[in-house]
């Protein structure tokens, strides 16, 4: 086992008001703390998704767990060939190299943490998400930033089997 000690001096304090959203309804990503902030510790992001909405599609990180702590509401994670419904209060930690999704539960809204360690720079993968939701880039670039941002997509019967 390694022990990956972060570097940073000074506490990480993000106040609501100044945190940037990206989207709105029905999934808005709140940036909390980006890799760099925490000395490579974590990245850190609030999604909040509206009834039904889907907030991953199927993918994986090589290189990084991935924590979901359910603030409010009822979702759908996919972790491996299993669907888990988590609701407020929850935890799903998911392993480096699994497999995963989520959205809200049919008829149900969402709110959750995700922290993402060790730390990846993301920030700019959720403005480029955005950027292909308001059709300024294809899909397919998500393609080309992969390796850069450690998520890698793939094809899950399971979970398009869900709906």
Do not use: C
Request: net charge negative.
């Amino acid at each position: 086992m390694s022990l990956f000690v972060p570097k940073f001096d000074e506490s990480v304090i993000v106040r609501d008001g100044d945190a940037e959203v990206i989207g709105g309804d029905p999934v808005a990503v709140k940036l909390l703390a980006d890799s760099s902030a925490s000395g490579g510790a974590l990245s850190t992001v609030r999604v909040t998704l509206g009834e039904g909405a889907d907030g991953a599609r199927p993918h994986l990180h090589k290189n990084s767990a991935e924590m979901f702590f359910f603030l409010d509401g009822t979702a759908e994670v996919l972790s491996g060939d299993d669907i888990v419904t988590a609701e407020a209060g929850d935890l799903v930690i998911v392993p480096p190299g699994k497999p995963h999704a989520f959205a809200a539960a049919p008829g149900a809204r969402a709110d959750l943490l995700i922290v993402i360690t060790p730390g990846v720079e993301r920030f700019e993968y959720f403005r480029h998400l955005q950027r292909v939701r308001l059709g300024e880039v294809t899909p397919e670039s998500l393609l080309e930033v992969q390796e850069l941002y450690d998520n890698h997509f793939l094809r899950s019967e399971t979970w398009d089997a869900r709906r």
